[in-house]
């Protein structure tokens, strides 16, 4: 089944205790990305990655990590979490077809509250 | 204010209603696509409809999008109690040449409420 895969799916932690969220596609597209959604303010893309070992920023890439060293794989990663960052997070996956993306197969969701 | 945003933030209409929401957006697109999201679940592909194309059907839904006016919108037809969800649009900015930028910003949603 092709589908996009996240782990943990709810994380309670304390601010400032290092977190990896992963994230895995099975559909070897290229492009992939993190988005946070929070109330009111819809979804706001973090970061984003349109192949191996190439990463871009998205609109909040602030207290953000990630790597793209595999096809399938693109983990978020919180070097020192803090409350403001308490949101859901969305991993997305979408294949590139002529320099443009097309539709976007979205994860379950991961909710992350830091203490 | 954010690139796609839709219009109206909510709307709440009876079984067998169309539901029409709109999406402004201020730079020049590759494509536009519009998503639907069951309450705090993952975001569902609906449509996708390219700059080059004014008009999309899928099913109960119609896309329009208008590149001269930068606005979109999606009709759900015939509504049904399963409509009921929260309704985005997203948009990647076109770079020169054509191809996108791997940006893509969603709009804040139109939360639809079907009642049976």
Same mark, same amino acid.
């Given at each position: 089944? @092709?589908?996009?895969?996240?782990?943990?799916?709810?994380?309670?932690? #304390?601010?400032?205790?290092?977190?990896?969220? %992963?994230?895995?596609?099975?559909?070897?597209?290229?492009?992939?990305? =993190?988005?946070? +959604?929070?109330?009111?303010?819809?979804?706001?893309?973090?970061?984003?990655?349109?192949? #191996?070992?190439? %990463? *871009?920023?998205?609109?909040?890439?602030?207290?953000?990590? #990630?790597?793209?060293?595999?096809? !399938?794989?693109?983990?978020?990663?919180?070097?020192?979490?803090?409350?403001?960052?308490?949101?859901?997070?969305?991993?997305?996956?979408?294949?590139?077809?002529?320099?443009?993306?097309?539709?976007?197969?979205?994860?379950?969701?991961? !909710?992350?509250?830091?203490? | 204010?954010? +690139?796609?945003?839709? *219009?109206? +933030?909510?709307?709440?209409?009876?079984?067998?209603?169309?539901?029409?929401?709109?999406?402004?957006?201020?730079?020049?697109?590759?494509?536009?696509? =519009?998503?639907?999201?069951?309450? $705090?679940?993952?975001?569902?592909?609906?449509?996708?409809?390219?700059?080059?194309?004014?008009?999309?059907?899928?099913?109960?839904?119609?896309? %329009?999008?208008?590149?001269?006016?930068?606005?979109?919108?999606?009709?759900?037809? @015939?509504?049904?109690?399963?409509?009921?969800?929260?309704?985005?649009?997203?948009? $990647?900015?076109?770079? @020169?040449?054509?191809?996108?930028? $791997?940006?893509?910003?969603?709009?804040?949603?139109?939360?639809?409420? #079907?009642?049976?």
């Amino acid at each position: 089944e @092709a589908q996009v895969t996240q782990n943990p799916r709810y994380l309670i932690t #304390v601010t400032g205790k290092k977190l990896t969220v %992963t994230c895995s596609q099975n559909m070897n597209h290229e492009y992939m990305s =993190w988005y946070r +959604q929070d109330p009111g303010l819809g979804l706001r893309q973090i970061y984003y990655s349109m192949n #191996v070992e190439v %990463t *871009d920023k998205g609109d909040v890439p602030e207290g953000y990590k #990630v790597s793209r060293k595999e096809k !399938r794989n693109f983990p978020l990663i919180l070097e020192s979490p803090s409350p403001n960052q308490t949101s859901l997070y969305f991993c997305a996956s979408a294949r590139l077809a002529g320099g443009s993306y097309n539709e976007q197969f979205f994860g379950p969701g991961t !909710r992350l509250t830091v203490l | 204010s954010q +690139q796609g945003e839709e *219009d109206p +933030q909510a709307l709440s209409i009876q079984e067998g209603e169309n539901a029409t929401m709109n999406c402004s957006y201020k730079t020049s697109i590759n494509n536009l696509q =519009w998503y639907r999201q069951n309450s $705090g679940r993952g975001l569902v592909h609906l449509i996708l409809i390219r700059s080059n194309e004014r008009e999309k059907h899928s099913g109960r839904l119609r896309v %329009t999008l208008d590149t001269s006016k930068k606005s979109s919108s999606l009709l759900i037809t @015939a509504s049904r109690a399963a409509d009921t969800a929260s309704y985005f649009c997203a948009t $990647g900015s076109r770079r @020169a040449g054509g191809t996108s930028y $791997g940006k893509l910003t969603f709009g804040q949603g139109t939360i639809l409420t #079907v009642h049976p």
